[in-house]
C-alpha cells in the first residue's frame, strides 16, 4: 500500500519557522504532485502549495513568499519550509500526493496523517 508518513510539526512563536516533511512509500506508483494542505478547527481544508515532479510551485496567496516547497524525486519526499510563521497559520497540517500505478493508468490521491502546527502570538 501507500503510505505518507510526515514530520516536524510543532509549536512556534509568531515569527519563527518550521520545516515539515513528508515521505511517501510509493515503490509501485509514480509519485506525480506532491503538495500540503491544511485545516484549521471548525475550517475546511484548504491548499498551500503543490509541486510538480519537474519542480513546478503553487502556494496559496496567504503563504506566497513566506513558505516554500520542495521535493526529493529520489526519496519522494516533499518538504514545507515555513518561515515568519503567523498564528492564523495554526492548523493541522496534511502531506498530499497524486499517484499513478507502474503499469497502470489510475490516479489515486493519497493523504498523510496530519501533523500539527501551533504558532503562539
Known amino acids: 500500500q501507500v503510505q505518507l508518513v510526515e514530520s516536524g510539526g510543532g509549536l512556534v512563536q509568531a515569527g519563527g519557522s518550521l520545516r515539515l516533511s513528508c515521505a511517501a512509500s510509493?515503490?509501485?506508483?509514480?509519485?506525480?504532485?506532491m503538495g500540503w494542505y491544511r485545516q484549521a478547527p471548525g475550517k475546511q481544508r484548504e491548499l498551500v502549495a503543490t509541486?510538480?515532479?519537474?519542480?513546478?510551485?503553487n502556494y496559496a496567496d496567504s503563504v506566497t513568499g513566506r513558505f516554500t516547497i520542495s521535493r526529493d524525486n529520489a526519496k519522494n519526499t516533499v518538504y514545507l519550509q515555513m518561515d515568519s510563521l503567523k498564528p492564523e497559520d495554526t492548523a493541522v497540517y496534511y502531506c498530499?500526493?497524486?499517484?499513478?500505478?507502474?503499469?497502470?493508468?489510475?490516479?489515486?490521491?493519497?493523504w498523510g496523517q496530519g501533523t500539527q502546527v501551533t504558532v503562539s502570538s
Open positions: 498530499n500526493a497524486l499517484l499513478r500505478r507502474i503499469f497502470s493508468r489510475d490516479d489515486v490521491n493519497y
Open positions: 510509493a515503490i509501485m506508483f509514480r509519485v506525480n504532485l
Open positions: 509541486i510538480t515532479s519537474g519542480g513546478v510551485t
